[in-house]
Nanobody, 127 residues
Framework: QVPLVESGGGLVQAGASLRLSCVFS????????MGWFRQAPGKERDFVAA????????RYADSAKGRFTISRDNDKKTIYLQMNSLKPEDTAIYYC????????????????????WGQGTQVTVSS
């Protein structure tokens, strides 16, 4: 388990932008793929975006393509999710996740391949 702390959520109007951050700590040499998931009220937790250890591979849910960008700064031990053109259907709690499966090159999409999860940050988009 690796401590993960998300921030950057909030209440915005449709069309606005937000940037979420997730700081990781502990034995960071064991952290490889990282990702963002979200859970809306009454729904399951869904994949949003993922990035490989070396940043060279990124994956997005169809709902995020073209609007969201995931990035990471390993020196700052932080990953980001830049969210543009937000829609009311983006309203959810957003969770950061870290995988300790040793792979430098591939992003991780499946939630069961993640070992650590943050507490989440609320994003609310009003119409």
């Amino acid at each position: 388990q690796v401590p993960l702390v998300e921030s950057g959520g909030g209440l915005v109007q449709a069309g606005a932008s937000l940037r979420l951050s997730c700081v990781f700590s502990g034995r960071t040499v064991n952290i490889f793929g990282m990702g963002w998931f979200r859970q809306a009220p009454g729904k399951e937790r869904d994949f949003v975006a993922a990035i490989s250890r070396n940043g060279g591979d990124t994956r997005y849910a169809d709902s995020a393509k073209g609007r969201f960008t995931i990035s990471r700064d390993n020196d700052k031990k932080t990953i980001y999710l830049q969210m543009n053109s937000l829609k009311p259907e983006d309203t959810a709690i957003y969770y950061c996740a870290a995988s300790q499966r040793p792979n430098y090159f591939d992003a991780v999409v499946a939630p069961n391949e993640y070992d650590s999860w943050g507490q989440g940050t609320q994003v609310t988009v009003s119409s």
